[in-house]
């Protein structure tokens, strides 16, 4: 079969590859499409060894069960489905919590569980053999769309769940960066909250474009963007920051914008480093306000986001490519050309 692996470091190629064969507890998936991000643009451009040689890419996989291990007992061949980019347990005190992203028998302190196109094999490629247990039905849903919902969906959608608290009616909600995710951030806190929502972001065409989905579209590079999120927040600041981006400047203007007891919920990977004081008149962060970094999300955060997506109320700006393409889509990412999500479409 067709796949796009990563044979060493900096040599991602498209390539033939034996067809995977499945063990107990997998299916194989016909790939019917594959989203492409920002971190497989990191994995073919690392200059150290980030995942195993020879690893196909793709975490962001829709497609359709063709074969099923004898002890799978409750899906169907035919069935269309989305998978969860979180390979867990399911049986540890984490998991069974429902936080499946923080597993403790597949994953550490600082690596996750197993993640298709990361650690094991993905999505870019005719077929991929995936546990049953990371399947979510998306009968219904066009496979472009549905293949972005585990990543570019989920991350913004479990980074929402873990702020719900303070994202009542009222609110205000910061969200730095405007890409695929910053994109699915705004619809979901359109549809998931009444809180008034800032944008922010250095591209002055994705402003213009998300305009009319956001109380403000500011410019996260202009000085004085930090004193414009403050004036329209009666001084307080947001009580949510989304940093998407997560570079050293985007953490600072997180800070400088977060309310007092305020959430800064950053998943954005871009290397930045956050400055946290504990003097009495520090103004580094106001008291109270909080920082995490959520990762990918739970199983029931992609359930109820396949579940929000069938309503049709969320949408995605998506750029579809051809598997021949997939390089070329890659490039267009790393060149700044798609705004929103770029797919990869099966035939
Ligand atoms: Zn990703
Ligand atoms: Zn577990």
Request: hydrophobic share 45%; glycine share 10%.
């Amino acid at each position: 079969m067709r796949a796009i692996q990563l044979k060493g470091i900096g040599d991602l190629v498209q390539t033939e590859v034996p067809k995977p064969n499945i063990v107990a507890g997998q299916v194989l998936l016909r790939v019917t499409a594959a989203g492409i991000c920002q971190t497989d643009v990191h994995i073919r451009r690392s200059t150290k060894r980030m995942i195993p040689d020879g690893t196909i890419l793709g975490h962001e996989i829709a497609g359709e069960i063709v074969d099923i291990a004898d002890d799978v007992q409750r899906f169907s061949i035919g069935d269309q489905v989305v998978v969860h980019p979180v390979w867990s347990c399911g049986i540890c005190r984490m998991c069974v919590a429902g936080q499946e992203n923080a597993c403790r028998n597949t994953g550490g302190r600082f690596y996750p569980p197993p993640t298709p196109g990361v650690s094991v094999n993905g999505g870019m490629a005719e077929y991929a053999a995936v546990p049953s247990s990371a399947l979510v039905p998306a009968a219904g849903l066009d496979p472009v769309f549905a293949a972005v919902l585990p990543d570019a969906g989920l991350v913004p959608y479990h980074s929402i769940e873990a702020a719900k608290d303070l994202l009542r009616p009222g609110a205000t909600v910061v969200v730095i960066g405007i890409g695929g995710l910053g994109q699915f951030a705004i619809e979901l806190l359109r549809e998931l909250t009444g809180a008034t929502v800032i944008a922010l972001d250095i591209k002055d065409d994705l402003l213009a474009a998300i305009k009319d989905k956001v109380s403000y579209a500011f410019r996260s590079d202009d000085p004085a963007v930090a004193a414009q999120v403050l004036k329209v927040t009666e001084g307080y600041g947001a009580d949510v920051v989304f940093d998407i981006v997560g570079n050293t400047a985007t953490l600072a203007l997180a800070a400088a914008v977060v309310a007092p007891y305020g959430a800064i919920r950053a998943p954005g990977l871009s290397n930045g480093v956050f400055q946290f004081e504990t003097n009495q008149l520090s103004t580094s962060l106001p008291w109270g306000a909080s920082i995490t970094r959520p990762y990918s999300g739970t199983h029931k955060n992609l359930h109820d986001l396949v579940a929000l997506a069938k309503t049709g109320r969320i949408r995605a700006n998506l750029t579809p490519y051809t598997f021949d393409q997939a390089l070329l889509a890659l490039d267009d990412l790393e060149a700044g050309k798609i705004n929103g999500r770029a797919v990869i479409k099966m035939s």
